[in-house]
T-cell receptor
Framework: SAVISQKPSRDICQRGTSLTIQCQVDSQVTMMFWYRQQPGQSLTLIATANQGSEATYESGFVIDKFPISRPNLTFSTLTVSNMSPEDSSIYLC????????????FGEGSWLTVV | AQKITQTQPGMFVQEKEAVTLDCTYDTSDQSYGLFWYKQPSSGEMIFLIYQGSYDEQNATEGRYSLNFQKARKSANLVISASQLGDSAMYFCAMRESNDYKLSFGAGTTVTVRA
């Protein structure tokens, strides 16, 4: 199975600031995704990180607020820009590893609290 | 319309007993995949089990088994011989053939009592 590392695991941020979350995978993967989980809620897909091109954003999410980079097949970053308390969530990186069957793995998550 | 429905917000189970978590789904696709994840209080999402729509047998992974009833569009997770460490939130999710993303249910919180 893929090993996915996310940094930071937790952070407390001041409103109005931005934070970048990193996702590193131990093997090359085709598809990488970023999800948000607000407190007490289920997961919502923010965007698909595409290698070599702009990310594909889901309805309700925009690049200016959640810029994403994917410089290669093992790494991606998600930035949460101009944060407000409503951005307090767990942000999860996910990869699709069809090589070992139909399995979609998640990183450990990044807990962000905006104060 | 909600694609994944988990109707049990929370459940209590006695240690060593089995528990069934309900999941129903809605899709018009013939080809799709169903996933179950465990999320402990630490926040990570742990993959448990996968069932493909064309799989003839119910998936099993250790103490986890999936009761797949295609005609009823249900994919219930059964955890046998519950352990204290099974206390967590459990999410059912689906990916359809024409989509790349997972659609998640609301989740079920399981609390295992000693």
């Amino acid at each position: 199975s893929a090993v996915i590392s996310q940094k930071p695991s937790r952070d407390i941020c001041q409103r109005g600031t931005s934070l970048t979350i990193q996702c590193q995978v131990d093997s090359q993967v085709t598809m990488m995704f970023w999800y948000r989980q607000q407190p007490g809620q289920s997961l919502t897909l923010i965007a698909t990180a595409n290698q070599g091109s702009e990310a594909t954003y889901e309805s309700g999410f925009v690049i200016d607020k959640f810029p994403i980079s994917r410089p290669n097949l093992t790494f991606s970053t998600l930035t949460v820009s101009n944060m407000s308390p409503e951005d307090s969530s767990i942000y999860l990186c996910s990869v699709d590893q069809l090589v070992s069957g139909n399995t979609i793995y998640f990183g450990e998550g990044s807990w962000l609290t905006v104060v | 319309a909600q694609k994944i429905t988990q109707t049990q917000p929370g459940m209590f189970v006695q240690e060593k007993e089995a528990v069934t978590l309900d999941c129903t789904y809605d899709t018009s696709d013939q080809s799709y995949g169903l996933f179950w994840y465990k999320q402990p209080s630490s926040g990570e999402m742990i993959f448990l089990i996968y069932q493909g729509s064309y799989d003839e047998q119910n998936a099993t992974e250790g103490r986890y088994s999936l009761n797949f009833q295609k005609a009823r569009k249900s994919a219930n997770l059964v955890i046998s011989a519950s352990q204290l460490g099974d206390s967590a939130m459990y999410f059912c999710a689906m990916r359809e053939s024409n989509d790349y993303k997972l659609s998640f249910g609301a989740g079920t919180t399981v609390t295992v009592r000693a």
